[in-house]
């Protein structure tokens, strides 16, 4: 799967990159370079940073689904239990 970028972002990563550049390179970098730099990033390392989003992701999905009987669970059979508790003198 290819990764994407919005236009929008895609033009603020290129000035980034040429930023990048221009401040810590002996060299400044182009607009057609940069964008084939950034290309180049998201497809080779774009993935690596991808599948382990979806990892933390799915881990924290996992911890939630766990935590789902102890925050949603209901007793059972509570009906006369409740008239039983009335009853009692107190």
Known sequence: ???????????????????????NMEEPIGNIAAGGLLSFFLEEIG???YNRAVAEAQERLQARVM?????????????WRKFERQRKPG
């Open 1 to 23: 799967m290819a990764i994407e970028i919005p236009k929008e972002a895609r033009k603020e990563a290129i000035a980034s990159i040429e930023r990048y550049f221009r401040e």
């Open 47 to 49: 993935p690596l940073v």
């Open 67 to 79: 935590e789902l009987d102890i925050e949603l669970h209901e007793d059972e059979f509570q009906y």
